[in-house]
Nanobody, 118 residues
Framework: VQLVESGGGLVQPGGSLRLSCAAS?????????MGWFRQAPGQQRELVAA???????NYSDSVKGRFTISRDDALRTVYLQMNNLRPEDTAVYYC????????????WGQGTQVTVSS
């Protein structure tokens, strides 16, 4: 599956952004667990949120209550709504996919930069 992210940019603290990730190369998108990761300069990549369906959603503690992950299987797209952004949310955000039941995410997008600064 191929993934392409969009929606990054520069936003002031307290602002909002919505990232999108469009998938192609599969007719079984609904069988993939989709995740959003981020990597800040000098830091390890971290999982921000992951979704299989509306009953299976996980968030990192650092974004819980501020970010919302969702998916539209008909459009083969996953979203990350980011509210109340903080400077520490600044990072390159990556979309990732793994087949349900697989242990690791093995398909990755190219990343989109999110910068939170006044």
């Amino acid at each position: 599956v191929q993934l392409v992210e969009s929606g990054g940019g520069l936003v002031q603290p307290g602002g909002s952004l919505r990232l999108s990730c469009a998938a192609s190369g599969t007719t079984r998108f609904s069988m993939y667990v989709m995740g959003w990761f981020r990597q800040a300069p000098g830091q390890q990549r971290e999982l921000v949120a992951a979704i299989y369906n509306r009953f299976s959603i996980n968030y990192s503690d650092s974004v819980k209550g501020r970010f919302t992950i969702s998916r539209d299987d008909a459009l083969r797209t996953v979203y990350l709504q980011m509210n109340n952004l903080r400077p520490e949310d600044t990072a390159v955000y990556y979309c990732a996919a793994k087949w349900r039941g697989e242990p690791e995410f093995d398909s990755w997008g190219q990343g989109t930069q999110v910068t939170v600064s006044s």
